[in-house]
């Protein structure tokens, strides 16, 4: 699955700095707007501590993770909904991507500028929330016009869509993004045409100085309270000390820097694994000797369209799947000793996939 998450921010906030930690595809990060011209796409591995517990129990050529990508976004300033600055290229740009990570600025620096001279991390949210509403309200109400006259003539599904699209437009006006609309399946119809860039999901990542990253600040504060009114995760990180943590190659030297912060794990895993839930993403594995591999689906997917991710014959032909689950496995350490005992599920096209699921296809073409 091509599943990308896209950095954004105003300018100064970290987003290159955060995305140069993430990913080996280095943006250039300097100390002015719109260093980053073109979007930076990096594809990051999703840390996940069952493919270690696999590959000791099945020993594999090759053990093979799941991935996003992220993309790092050219930073938006306020008009950017009417062209300013690199508003235009921001926008089409995030229309492409399937969430949305936030980056906020929450700490203090006398040699970083801030596009509006003081950092207030509430002002910074608002400023890019307001310039995505306004695009989509433009572009909500250009839908309207397009479909007014068909919808005056009776037309049913006109109609239906016309009170869709004034729903969204009314909340839209109102300063609230789209995805905070209560919304059925119909409303969605109206707008798959327009492609909204306010209900898109969206995490907010709070970049913090070092000092701040156990116990936050009052920036922090004031964000989580803002963020708060649309039930969204704030994720609290620096990227600074980010981006020194991602240059060790040895995972005791990292373990050993992250204990020097008082940290267990770093923020980019956190976030990584924050994206991967907002998504609302699971992982199943297949494992064999020649490879251990994750695969991507998405929550509540049945078992022929699990299959169809490795490969479309699996879900024209599928057949049965052979379903064992990680706790088994480690307690009976093989393949062959989980059928003896009676541990491998045999399930039909309508087994709902669970996340960590240990899965082997049958199929015919």
């Known amino acids: 699955m091509g599943l990308k998450c896209g950095i954004v921010g105003l300018p100064n906030v970290g987003k290159s700095t955060l995305f140069n930690a993430l990913s080996s595809?280095?943006?250039?990060?300097?100390?002015?707007?719109?260093?980053?011209?073109?979007?930076?796409?990096?594809?990051?591995?999703?840390?996940d501590k069952r493919l270690q517990i696999l590959e000791g129990l099945v020993h594999p050529q090759k053990v093979i993770p799941t991935v996003i990508e992220f993309v790092d976004i050219a930073g938006l300033v306020k008009g950017a909904s009417k062209g300013e600055g690199l508003g235009n290229k921001f926008l089409a740009n995030i229309r492409e991507v399937d969430a949305?990570?936030?980056?906020?600025?929450?700490?203090?620096?006398?040699?970083?500028?801030?596009?509006?001279?003081?950092?207030?991390?509430?002002?910074?949210?608002?400023?890019?929330?307001?310039?995505?509403?306004?695009?989509?309200?433009?572009?909500?109400?250009?839908?309207?016009?397009?479909i007014e006259k068909v919808a005056k003539s009776g037309d049913a599904k006109a109609k239906k869509a016309m009170e869709s699209l004034l729903k969204f437009k009314e909340a839209l006006k109102a300063g609230k993004n789209a995805r905070a609309v209560e919304a059925d399946s119909d409303?969605?119809?109206?707008?798959?045409?327009?492609?909204?860039?306010?209900?898109?999901?969206?995490?907010?990542?709070?970049?913090?100085?070092?000092?701040?990253?156990?116990?936050?600040?009052?920036?922090?504060t004031k964000l989580k309270e803002e963020v708060g009114k649309e039930n969204a995760e704030v994720i609290v990180l620096c990227a600074a000390l980010e981006a020194q943590i991602a240059e060790f190659e040895e995972v005791e030297e990292k373990n050993m820097f992250l204990a020097e912060y008082g940290l267990e794990e770093s923020g980019l895993n956190r976030l990584i694994a924050a994206a991967y839930k907002l998504l609302n993403l699971i992982t199943y594995f297949t494992a064999g000797v020649q490879e251990v591999r994750a695969w991507t689906i998405k929550n509540g997917w049945k078992a022929?369209?699990?299959?169809?991710?490795?490969?479309?014959?699996?879900?024209?032909?599928?057949?049965?799947?052979?379903?064992?689950?990680?706790?088994?496995?480690?307690?009976?350490?093989?393949?062959?000793?989980?059928?003896?005992?009676?541990?491998?599920?045999?399930?039909?096209?309508?087994?709902?996939?669970?996340?960590?699921?240990?899965?082997h296809f049958r199929f015919n073409v």
Request: some cysteine; hydrophobic content about 40%; proline content about 4%.
């Open 187 to 220: 409303d969605l119809e109206a707008l798959q045409d327009i492609h909204l860039l306010t209900i898109k999901p969206v995490l907010y990542v709070a970049n913090v100085d070092e000092n701040s990253i156990q116990q936050g600040n009052d920036h922090v």
């Open 304 to 359: 022929p369209a699990a299959a169809g991710v490795i490969h479309t014959d699996f879900e024209k032909g599928f057949i049965k799947a052979e379903v064992i689950k990680l706790e088994d496995y480690k307690q009976y350490k093989t393949e062959a000793v989980c059928r003896e005992n009676g541990k491998i599920a045999v399930e039909g096209k309508e087994y709902v996939v669970c996340d960590g699921d240990i899965m």
């Open 25 to 47: 595809a280095k943006a250039e990060a300097a100390n002015f707007p719109f260093c980053t011209i073109e979007p930076n796409v990096g594809v990051v591995t999703v840390p």
């Open 100 to 146: 949305v990570i936030h980056v906020i600025r929450c700490f203090e620096d006398p040699n970083v500028v801030h596009v509006a001279g003081s950092v207030d991390p509430v002002f910074d949210k608002e400023v890019i929330d307001t310039e995505l509403q306004l695009k989509d309200l433009e572009s909500v109400e250009k839908k309207i016009i397009r």
